[in-house]
């Protein structure tokens, strides 16, 4: 089973405009240097969009704006404690998973 071009779009997007500054949700927050800095609040960032991140039966992606929203809200209190998340992140959106095997089947 492969991933779907959707979801292939999807993550390429949302690392593109994370990786470049430029996310629009993100306007006016200086996360930059969590990459080389703090990168578990990178880390947390994709896994909330990768949890979040939901496709119908045809792997379609119908949440994209939704889960860049949780994403780039969790980056927002990262860097600003002053900044609410709305709703609360629930336990199953902040789940780290370990990594696949290393050695390729």
Known sequence: MKVSN??????R???Y???SGTHYMLKDVQYLDL???EPSAIEMAYAI?????AMDDDGKV??????????????KSYCDSSFVVSPPFE???LAL????DLHDK
Request: proline residues 5%.
């Open 35 to 37: 990459y080389g800095e």
């Open 13 to 15: 997007t949302f690392a």
């Open 49 to 53: 969009f990768a949890n979040v991140l």
């Open 17 to 19: 405009f994370m990786a």
């Open 6 to 11: 959707d979801f292939s779009g999807a993550l």
């Open 62 to 75: 119908i949440n994209f704006t939704h889960a860049q929203r949780r994403a780039t809200d969790y980056i």
């Open 97 to 100: 998973y370990g990594p696949p």
């Open 91 to 93: 336990d199953w959106e």
